[in-house]
């Protein structure tokens, strides 16, 4: 990329010594004296232009790959303008988080790892031990995440390695182009809208983001949304309801981000905007709740046709340990009170309030995440 430094402009002949159209504008009373200013252009400034020359310098800089690569695939999943999106693969992998219930698979696997380890530097057959103890490894597995608990179900639902909207949307559509700002001189990074195409239909996507480690989440408000993230998506419901395109949204947020300067700006209000707005489109609403849904914060986009929710996902009014607080005066109550809450989309669905369970594999979402780190094909 290289970009233009311009040195003043050496004039040649006698432009200075003839009045300009600014001197007789300033100069006369009555405007132009009668001189139609379209002829006065042509009599001034027509002549002068074959007596001068520019004289400039090309300056080479860096060519910034940022955000279109040198040579694009044009082959990539997403399309081209996939290249477009800050979204970028993360430059070091994801650090493994083993949650307090996962422990026991953790000393399996620590097992196995070892087996194999002295069969590397023995020599001998260990196959049938490791066989062994990956069976034990499956059928522990399998029987922990049949029978989690609502608790358990809240602490996978908040993972921090669990994929994010942008990860689903990336890998959903042939190509997704993210649209900004709410038109009121903001844009949160907290709630993500854009247009998407899914077997060449086009969909409105918006959702809540969180960060894939501390530096994004800290961007992204760790997904909690202020007023503005949601009259951006406000915005794009009109956009979507004119142009007859599906609503699909993505719910994972603990809530709205609940200080001063959103009380301030009208985060109540803002919220209330969206529920009505909702509840009068035209087009097809889908909400999926992907982590989890934490009151007016995850309502706010989630009025919808159908309600489908993860396996492993939560939906509440008030988190377990608010509630806990609230009723027990301690938050280590929290298990009590998912228990009492109904939350798990498993007991949301047998209340009719969801639509469906997208099942998920065992281990939770976070074991179909794609590698960013190593897939060089990555479309985001």
Request: glycine share 8%.
């Amino acid at each position: 990329m290289s970009s233009m430094t311009q040195t003043p402009a050496s004039f040649t002949g006698n432009l200075a010594s003839k009045p300009t159209a600014s001197d007789l504008l300033r100069s006369s009373s009555n405007g132009l004296s009668g001189v139609p200013l379209k002829a006065l252009g042509r009599a001034q400034l027509g002549a002068r232009r074959r007596n001068f020359s520019i004289t400039a310098k090309v300056r080479k800089v860096k060519k910034h790959e940022y955000p279109w690569p040198e040579n694009p695939d044009p082959n990539v999943k997403g399309g081209v303008l996939s290249h477009l999106s800050p979204f970028k693969p993360l430059k070091e992998k994801p650090k493994p988080v083993t949650l307090d219930f996962e422990k026991p698979l953790m000393d399996l696997q620590k097992k196995i790892i070892d087996v194999q380890k002295m069969a590397n530097e023995t020599g001998l057959d260990f196959s049938d031990q490791i066989i062994s103890l990956e069976n034990k490894y499956q059928q522990a597995l399998k029987d922990l995440y049949t029978h989690l608990t609502p608790i358990q179900r809240v602490n996978i639902a908040r993972h921090p390695n669990r994929p994010t909207f942008l990860d689903h949307v990336f890998n959903i559509t042939e190509k997704f182009v993210e649209l900004h700002g709410d038109r009121a001189g903001y844009d949160d990074p907290a709630v993500v809208t854009g247009l998407g195409t899914i077997n060449g239909r086009s969909y409105m996507f918006m959702g809540h983001q969180k960060g894939r480690n501390t530096k994004e989440n800290i961007k992204r408000n760790f997904g909690m949304p202020t007023p503005h993230g949601y009259r951006k998506a406000l915005r794009m419901m009109y956009y979507a309801d004119h142009h007859g395109f599906p609503i699909i949204t993505f719910i994972d947020t603990p809530g709205a981000y609940a200080d001063l300067k959103s009380e301030e700006l009208g985060q109540g209000e803002a919220i209330a905007q969206n529920l009505r707005t909702m509840f009068g489109l035209k087009v097809p609403i889908v909400s999926i709740v992907m982590g989890e849904g934490g009151s007016g914060g995850a309502l706010a986009i989630g009025c919808a046709n159908k309600l489908l929710m993860l396996e492993n996902s939560v939906f509440y009014v008030a988190s377990p340990e608010a509630c806990a607080a609230i009723l027990w005066k301690s938050a280590k109550a929290s298990p009590k009170a998912a228990e009492k809450l109904k939350i798990t989309a498993k007991e949301l669905t047998k209340l009719q309030i969801a639509d469906g369970v997208i099942p998920e594999p065992l281990g939770g979402a976070m074991q179909i995440i794609l590698d960013f780190t190593t897939d060089k094909n990555c479309n985001c």
